[in-house]
């Protein structure tokens, strides 16, 4: 069922606390946790506690709770004192989605290019 957790699902083992991470934020419905490997001084990956698979799934079936993530990216960016960031949603394997469980990179503190690769 859409939002429940998937037993296959690495995120949804951190949601858990079954696999560590680095939690950095945490709300009611979210969880922000630095990335295992991280491509910037901050990286940063916000997550709905519920799953679902990837961005547009998620703004569709539940959009208040992609607000939520949304808005914990702005929180991760305050904290960090990020001026300028960038918030990437890989979508499908060929833009590089390796979790099926919707996350928010927040990625920041170095320059970025822009097109990205
Ligand atoms: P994506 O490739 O967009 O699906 O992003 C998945 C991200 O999860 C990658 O940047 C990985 O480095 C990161 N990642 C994988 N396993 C872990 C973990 N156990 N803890 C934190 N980040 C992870
Ligand atoms: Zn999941």
Same mark, same amino acid.
């Given at each position: 069922?859409?939002?429940?957790?998937q037993g @296959?699902?690495?995120?949804?083992?951190i949601? *858990?606390?079954?696999?560590? =991470?680095?939690?950095? $934020? #945490? +709300?009611e419905?979210t969880?922000?946790?630095?990335?295992i490997?991280?491509?910037a001084?901050t990286h940063?990956?916000?997550?709905?506690k519920?799953?679902?698979? @990837?961005a547009a799934?998620?703004?569709?079936? *539940?959009?208040?709770?992609? =607000?939520?993530?949304l $808005? #914990? +990216?702005?929180a991760?960016?305050?904290?960090?004192?990020?001026e300028s960031?960038r918030?990437?949603f890989?979508t499908?394997?060929?833009?590089?989605?390796?979790?099926?469980?919707?996350?928010?990179?927040?990625?920041g503190?170095?320059g970025?290019?822009?097109p990205?690769?």
């Open positions: 069922m859409a939002g429940e957790p @296959d699902c690495l995120f949804c083992k949601v *858990a606390g079954h696999v560590p =991470a680095t939690i950095v $934020r #945490e +709300t419905t969880v922000a946790f630095r990335d490997n991280p491509q001084p940063v990956l916000v997550i709905p519920a799953h679902y698979e @990837d799934t998620l703004a569709t079936a *539940a959009p208040a709770l992609a =607000a939520d993530v $808005r #914990e +990216t702005q991760i960016a305050d904290e960090d004192k990020l960031y918030i990437v890989n499908g394997t060929g833009a590089g989605q390796t979790v099926f469980h919707a996350h928010a990179h927040v990625v503190g170095r970025l290019h822009w990205p690769g």
